[in-house]
């Protein structure tokens, strides 16, 4: 699909929300909002299944429902690359689990480091002087 279809597409549902809504001028605020959220994220998704292939948004699909945060990282960075033109071809499961892994190594998670205390006196050791 061409950016032009993609356009002509999107000129169309927008059109076709307009005239469903009335023009959207009765509707609130948060309303209009939830429009434009829902608007944004349907151009996400088709912009997603233009790059990826089958498997690889299935995968993608699964990340979310385990780490919402890491899959809006990888799709913002897929999103990214076909947007600059670095990704000539459909990205495969195997190219995805790479960026996978390139976004976890960027990310370091905090761990917790715990240090015990040594020569520490215990009275436990009494007991054997019996």
Not at 79 to 108: D, F, P
């Amino acid at each position: 699909m061409d950016d032009d279809e993609l356009a002509q597409i999107r000129a169309a549902r927008l059109a076709q929300m307009k005239s469903e809504g009335g023009g959207g001028k009765g509707s609130s605020s948060s309303g209009q909002g939830d429009d434009r959220q829902q608007q944004e994220s349907e151009a996400r998704q088709s912009i997603l299944n233009q790059i990826l292939e089958p498997e690889a948004a299935d995968r993608l699909g699964r990340i979310r429902l385990v780490k919402e945060s890491r899959a809006a990282d990888v799709e913002n960075r897929l999103i990214m690359l076909a947007q600059s033109g670095q990704l000539r071809q459909k990205v495969t499961e195997e190219q995805l689990k790479e960026l996978l892994n390139a976004v976890a190594e960027t990310k370091e998670e905090k761990k917790i480091v715990v240090t015990r205390r040594k020569g520490w006196d215990d009275d436990d050791d009494d007991l054997f002087d019996l």
